[in-house]
T-cell receptor, first 111, second 112 residues
Framework: DTGVSQNPRHKITKRGQNVTFRCDPI?????LYWYRQTLGQGPEFLTY????????KSRLLSDRFSAERPKGSFSTLEIQRTEQGDSAMYLC?????????FGSGTQLSVL | DAKTTQPPSMDCAEGRAANLPCNHS???????VYWYRQIHSQGPQYIIH???NNETNEMASLIITEDRKSSTLILPHATLRDTAVYYC?????????????FGKGTLLTVNP
């Protein structure tokens, strides 16, 4: 069990650029979650997959954000036309039951 | 899911028990109490959860009051590595979506 893996760990980009993050969940975990966390705040829910189906999206997930989980395994989160307000830690979690297992996150800095 | 209230910060001496309170006065009958913690620069980590009865595992104990309006997470012998933000979350896990709603949590600082 290698845990939930997220890449990259850090991403610095210029405003207006597109970025994509990857999450590899624990194998056989059918549920996958994306969260966003800003400094001093708890993580905020963004979206949730069960297998390849995206079942819930937060209103925080504007139309510049898109998430996929094409084969029910790894997932990607893309942000188009990044803004400075997108700077945050993006966390991925997976589960098969009631416990969520989180990765270490991708820290995004938009300059 | 019911709102939870936690103190913003607490201190504890190394080797002593850390008792972290959580208020969830509006919790409904089918909502569980979950505790996660987040060590600096890491993702949250599951600790324990319970419905009515007290629970204990290798990490901690969870004491839930009889009226279920509050609970206490107990770390019996705190170490420096227990310094983290602790989140108390009320969650209706009757469905298949275990979506967690995090507050700001309690920053526990364990001092040598």
């Amino acid at each position: 069990d290698t845990g939930v893996s997220q890449n990259p760990r850090h991403k610095i980009t210029k405003r207006g650029q597109n970025v994509t993050f990857r999450c590899d969940p624990i194998s056989e975990h059918n549920r996958l979650y994306w969260y966003r966390q800003t400094l001093g705040q708890g993580p905020e829910f963004l979206t949730y997959f069960q297998n390849e189906a995206q079942l819930e999206k937060s209103r925080l997930l504007s139309d510049r954000f898109s998430a996929e989980r094409p084969k029910g395994s790894f997932s990607t989160l893309e942000i188009q036309r990044t803004e400075q307000g997108d700077s945050a830690m993006y966390l991925c979690a997976s589960s098969i039951g009631e416990k969520l297992f989180f990765g270490s996150g991708t820290q995004l800095s938009v300059l | 899911d019911a709102k939870t209230t936690q103190p913003p910060s607490m201190d504890c001496a190394e080797g002593r028990a850390a008792n972290l309170p959580c208020n969830h006065s509006t919790i409904s009958g089918n909502e569980y109490v979950y505790w996660y913690r987040q060590i600096h620069s890491q993702g949250p980590q599951y600790i324990i959860h319970g419905l009515k009865n007290n629970e204990t595992n290798e990490m901690a104990s969870l004491i839930i009051t009889e009226d279920r309006k509050s609970s206490t997470l107990i770390l019996p012998h705190a170490t420096l590595r227990d310094t983290a933000v602790y989140y108390c979350i009320a969650l209706n896990s009757g469905g298949s979506n275990y979506k967690l709603t995090f507050g700001k949590g309690t920053l526990l600082t364990v001092n040598p």
